[in-house]
Every structure is written in structure tokens, then in C-alpha cells.
């Protein structure tokens, strides 16, 4: 006897969401457990849930089978399907089985069909995602390294600007850096762990300016 599936709850939304809200919710939990993005160790789990997650659309996936489901779903939970004390009659039980088996079968062909489709729309996502974030890091850390190296000027009161220079131009490299091992994880890849030595080449490349500005 197949186990109680509430698709309304496996995607997320209301039990009297639209059509369409039922296909965006499967679509977004899609992408975003799609075990070709995510990390080697996470992705017999994102297996699973996607499973599950097409399952449940394959439940309501027209307003037709959604009907049925609606009316099972209703006779199952009255009745106790899949739980270990539930005594739901044959003819529910029966019924039950025969939806989860067919939505089982629309779901593995689903995904047959648009594991990769869905693959790169998502990689679209996160591709569009992560050059917003690239150049926001680039401009923040451009900006924290102009600052740190003039305050260090004003500080022992330099003549020059090369800490400040080398200060905007180390931050937007460690900026696009720190950009691209955040795309780099979301594609399952293992992080930057070089992160440290280019923060490190950061402040040398101030501290080398004020040297060079003190001399002046």
C-alpha cells in the first residue's frame, strides 16, 4: 500500500492555489534542489526530493487528475492510507495505490525529458544571480579598500594615494574572486580555498602603497 503523499503540502502552497501556482512551485523546487547543482555529498537526498516533488505535481498536474486527487486525498485521510493504523477500505486503498503508481510514472518520464532543460534554466538563474552579486562585491570591496587606504593617509598623513589606489584595485579583485566561488558552490564545486591568500595579497598590496607613500 503506497504511502499518503499530500502534494498540496510537498510543493509549498495552499490546497485551493490555481493551476498555475501549482506549476511555478513545482518548477522553482525543482531548480532549486536539482541534484546536478549541488554539492557531490547532497545529492542522493536532492534525488529524493525532487522524486517526491515531481510525484506530488504528478498528482495535480491537470485539473482533472487534481479532481481525483482532491477526492482521494479527502477518503485517504478519513481513512488512515499509509499509516500503521489506518483500516482504509479496499476500494480506497485500491485507488490510492493506482494514482501514486500513475504519478510515479508521469514523473519519472517528467524528468527524462527536462532534467536538463531545467538544469540550465536554473544555471540561467544563478548565472544572472551571481553577476548581480559579482558586481555589488566588486563595488563594496572597491570601495572599503579606497577607504581603508586613505584613512591609513590620513593617518600617518602621506603625501601620496598609492594605498588608497592599491586599495580600490586589490578590493574589486578580491570582490570578483569572492563572486565567482559563490557561483562556483552553487554548481556543486568545491569553494575557492585560496580566498585567504588573495585577502592576505589585499592588505600587503595596501601596506605596500603607504610604505611607498611615507618614502614620497
Given at each position: 500500500m503506497a504511502s499518503f503523499v499530500d502534494a498540496y503540502a510537498v510543493l509549498g502552497v495552499p490546497a485551493e492555489a490555481d493551476q498555475d501556482t501549482l506549476k511555478a512551485a513545482h518548477r522553482r523546487l525543482v531548480r532549486r534542489h536539482h541534484p546536478d547543482l549541488v554539492p557531490p555529498d547532497e545529492r542522493s537526498e536532492a534525488t529524493r526530493r525532487v522524486q517526491e516533488i515531481n510525484v506530488a505535481y504528478g498528482l495535480v498536474r491537470d485539473r482533472e487528475k487534481r479532481a481525483r486527487?482532491?477526492?482521494?486525498?479527502?477518503?485517504?485521510?478519513?481513512?488512515?492510507?499509509?499509516?500503521?493504523?489506518?483500516?482504509?477500505?479496499?476500494?480506497?486503498?485500491?485507488q490510492w495505490d493506482a494514482a501514486i503508481h500513475a504519478a510515479g510514472r508521469w514523473a519519472g518520464e517528467w524528468w527524462r525529458h527536462n532534467r536538463e532543460p531545467?538544469?540550465?534554466?536554473?544555471?540561467?538563474?544563478?548565472?544572472?544571480?551571481?553577476?548581480?552579486?559579482?558586481?555589488?562585491?566588486?563595488?563594496?570591496?572597491?570601495?572599503?579598500?579606497?577607504?581603508?587606504?586613505?584613512?591609513?593617509?590620513?593617518?600617518?598623513?602621506?603625501?601620496?594615494?598609492?594605498?588608497?589606489?592599491?586599495?580600490?584595485?586589490?578590493?574589486?579583485?578580491?570582490?570578483?574572486?569572492?563572486?565567482?566561488?559563490?557561483?562556483?558552490?552553487?554548481?556543486?564545486?568545491?569553494?575557492?580555498?585560496?580566498?585567504?591568500?588573495?585577502?592576505?595579497?589585499?592588505?600587503?598590496?595596501?601596506?605596500?602603497?603607504?610604505?611607498?607613500?611615507?618614502?614620497?
Open positions: 486527487y482532491d477526492t482521494l486525498r479527502q477518503a485517504a485521510q478519513r481513512s488512515g492510507v499509509g499509516s500503521s493504523s489506518g483500516s482504509a477500505p479496499a476500494v480506497v486503498t485500491t531545467v538544469r540550465r534554466a536554473a544555471l540561467g538563474v544563478r548565472s544572472a544571480y551571481g553577476r548581480m552579486l559579482r558586481v555589488v562585491g566588486i563595488v563594496v570591496y572597491t570601495w572599503v579598500g579606497l577607504i581603508t587606504g586613505a584613512a591609513l593617509q590620513l593617518l600617518f598623513d602621506t603625501g601620496g594615494s598609492l594605498a588608497a589606489v592599491a586599495g580600490g584595485v586589490g578590493g574589486a579583485i578580491v570582490g570578483d574572486r569572492r563572486g565567482r566561488d559563490r557561483l562556483r558552490r552553487w554548481a556543486g564545486e568545491d569553494s575557492d580555498r585560496r580566498m585567504w591568500a588573495w585577502q592576505l595579497a589585499w592588505a600587503a598590496a595596501i601596506g605596500l602603497g603607504l610604505l611607498f607613500d611615507l618614502r614620497r
